[in-house]
């Protein structure tokens, strides 16, 4: 699973987190998008199999609120769906 992780981040674009973020009615700015992406492409180990609330922490001071929330609401989501 993780190799196949792997290769998806080396392969997405903002343009690919912004469709997925606006059909989840997570609208980020320019701002925010090259924050994301950013975020993804450098620490997705992280977010896949350790604890990212300090990266959490970190973004609560870049990203609009809301749109955190529902970010870490996705979040939550598939990583229950990663864990079974």
Do not use: C
């Not at 989840?24 to 320019?30: E, M, S, T």
């Not at 492409?41 to 929330?69: A, H, S, T, V």
């Amino acid at each position: 699973m993780e190799n196949i992780i792997k290769e998806y981040i080396n392969n997405i674009d903002e343009s690919t987190i912004d469709k997925y973020a606006k059909k989840n009615d997570i609208f980020l700015n320019n701002k925010e998008l090259k924050i994301i992406y950013l975020y993804i492409k450098n620490y997705w180990e992280i977010f896949y199999k350790g604890n990212p609330e300090d990266l959490f922490k970190e973004l609560e001071e870049q990203i609009d609120k809301d749109n955190l929330n529902k970010i870490k609401e996705l979040y939550k989501k598939y990583k229950r769906k990663i864990n079974y």
